[in-house]
């Protein structure tokens, strides 16, 4: 079991750059996928980012790819999401999660943080 904790949301402008930490308990932290995803109001929650256990092979959702980065530490119990370019369309809760293996439906993922409110102003 690992319990989830975000942190590095705020109020930023259009451009700018933001980076999203997610901090696991438990010795088990490495052993989990780990994903981003993000729900704005009125929305349903999105897959955002996705990182295998060992940190080899990374996902994105289209609307992130190459301004989105995702890595890990997991001698910190720790998962990171660089943002940069930011958008307006960007503001949502971000939220990270952990599962067995990486998909990128949130129903899949067993474990979740409680969120970090991102907002990207214009």
């Known amino acids: 079991q690992v319990q989830l904790v975000e942190s590095g949301g705020r109020l930023v402008q259009a451009g700018g750059s933001m980076r999203l930490s997610c901090t696991g308990s438990?010795?088990?932290?490495?052993?989990?996928?780990m994903g981003w995803f993000r729900q704005a109001p009125g929305k349903e929650r999105e897959f955002v980012a996705g990182i295998t256990w060992s940190g080899a092979r990374t996902y994105y959702a289209d609307s992130v790819q190459g301004r989105f980065t995702i890595s890990r530490d997991n001698a910190k119990n720790t998962m990171y999401l660089q943002m940069n370019s930011l958008k307006p369309e960007d503001t949502a809760v971000y939220y990270c999660?952990?599962?067995?293996?990486?998909?990128?439906?949130?129903?899949?993922?067993?474990?979740w943080g409680q969120g970090t409110q991102v907002t990207v102003s214009s």
């Open positions: 999660a952990a599962g067995d293996i990486l998909y990128r439906i949130a129903s899949a993922y067993e474990y």
């Open positions: 438990g010795r088990t932290f490495g052993r989990y996928a």
